[in-house]
């Protein structure tokens, strides 16, 4: 079976356990409290939370996807630095699959914090928040750099549905640097936002299948 075909065989199994573990999120949030008991199992699967069954299976989108931004590297249409920076993004998404399950990320907002004192005697000391200053403009780097690459990937094609989804994912990442401004804030003034961390979570799991998505339509019609 080759990578292509099994990435395919995966997908709709994929979107099935995005959208009931997001659902799973929005459940937890809505019934907190109710019971001991669903408390319990909301922990053990909750997305929101730390090592958890969600976090775990994120962790497993992400290599995944990485795994497709492999495959799309041998794109025939790519120069060897398009193909060397797509290797370069798939070794990214391995790292964040790596993140995911270690809190790399709240890590180094932890450091950055320290080493900074950005949010020093603020509501936001010890929460982590600062790795969107790290995230976030690396993020808009990588976008630039890839833009290109799948522009020249897609150009041959009378579909335009992969480029779509490229961008969509775009967006839907950009609306998750959003959330966790959005919850940081609910934090410095005491706002309840308690819903938000749930529309971030979903929000990730999209722009990791939208990613997916794009790198399965372009190895698919490049018979990669």
Known sequence: MKVRELLRLLFWPLIGL?????AQAFFAHYT??????LD?????????????????????????????????SRHPALSKLGKSL????ALGFCFLSADEMLSLHEFM????????????????AHHGYSWVLLYGPAALAVFGILLGSYRRMTKPSPKKTANTCFLLAW????????????DSWSILERVDLSIVPCIEESLELVFIMLFYSANL????????
């Open 40 to 72: 319990y199992i909301n922990g053990i699967l909750d997305i929101r939370e730390e090592r958890t069954v969600g976090t775990w299976f994120e962790t497993l989108l992400f290599a995944l996807t990485g795994i497709s931004f492999f495959l799309v």
């Open 18 to 22: 995005c959208f009931l573990v997001g």
């Open 171 to 182: 967006v839907a990442a950009g609306l998750v640097v959003l959330c966790e401004v959005m």
């Open 217 to 224: 339509l372009i190895a698919e019609e490049s018979e990669l």
């Open 32 to 37: 907190e409290g109710m019971s001991k008991l």
């Open 109 to 124: 907002g932890y450091q950055l914090e320290e080493a900074t004192g950005i949010v020093k005697d603020t509501r936001l």
């Open 86 to 89: 797509l290797v370069l993004t």
